[in-house]
Nanobody, 120 residues
């Protein structure tokens, strides 16, 4: 069974930082694009950042560009999200996602989420 386990969430003041981690197992991590999504109460889940399986190319939602950095350690099967200059509007449940598309099928795995709350 595939496992994606997020950690690192918590309560932080505006302007602060957090680093989220997503430890994975039971699939070939190197073959998957890894992403962080978030969902605030009453809102749809949105893509925050994605990093492809090779080369480290990443992209970000406009709302987090310049503040968040996604990275991956293929040796540890882990993806990270460094979040700086946090704002109250960053408050959400953050989810890790692993995705791979082949001709035969799509593979799409999710973690259970970690809560990030930005408040003074």
């Amino acid at each position: 069974q595939v496992h994606l386990v997020e950690s690192g969430g918590g309560l932080v003041q505006p302007g602060g930082s957090l680093k989220l981690s997503c430890a994975t197992s039971r699939f070939t991590f190197n073959n998957y694009a890894m992403s962080w999504y978030r969902q605030a109460p009453g809102k749809e889940r949105e893509l925050v950042a994605r990093i492809i399986s090779a080369g480290g190319i990443s992209n970000y939602a406009d709302s987090v560009k310049g503040r968040f950095t996604i990275s991956r350690d293929n040796a540890k099967n882990t993806v990270y999200l460094q979040m700086n200059i946090l704002k109250p509007e960053d408050t959400a449940m953050y989810y890790c996602n692993a995705r791979r598309t082949t001709l035969a099928r799509n593979y799409d795995y999710w973690g259970q989420g970690t809560q990030v709350t930005v408040s003074s």
